[in-house]
């Protein structure tokens, strides 16, 4: 069949038949596909800082839940000052070096020895 305006052939091809479902699943492609260009385009600084850099904001994210959850299980504390000392504790990981019961074991046992 050829267009009698352009002079084009056209041409019947299976796949775009009115039954054949082709032209549904390639527009559900595309709009999948532009989808996640507006995804990239709308994250696009902490891409290309994750490109750059491959450190995630994974840690961060572990260490805000752990202060929620101290927050949560304290239901609040006195002064801002105890709540930062909290966080502190509780972030920093920091060994506090008093185990009372550990240090008198051990002591304990050294005096047998």
Not at 1 to 7: I, S, T, V
Not at 14 to 43: C, K, N
Not at 59 to 64: C, F
């Amino acid at each position: 069949m050829r267009c009698a305006k352009c002079g084009v052939k056209l041409v019947a091809v299976p796949w775009a038949r009115a039954d054949s479902g082709f032209t549904l699943l390639f527009e559900a492609l595309v709009m999948m596909t532009i989808e996640y260009a507006r995804m990239l385009r709308r994250h696009e600084n902490g891409v290309l800082r994750w490109a750059q850099s491959r450190i995630s904001n994974g840690v961060l994210e572990g260490t805000n839940s752990m202060l929620q959850a101290a927050k949560a299980r304290a239901r609040g504390y006195r002064s801002v000052r105890n709540l930062i000392a909290m966080a502190y504790l509780i972030a920093g990981k920091l060994d506090s070096g008093c185990y009372p019961r550990e240090t008198a074991r051990n002591q304990k046992k050294k005096l047998e020895a």
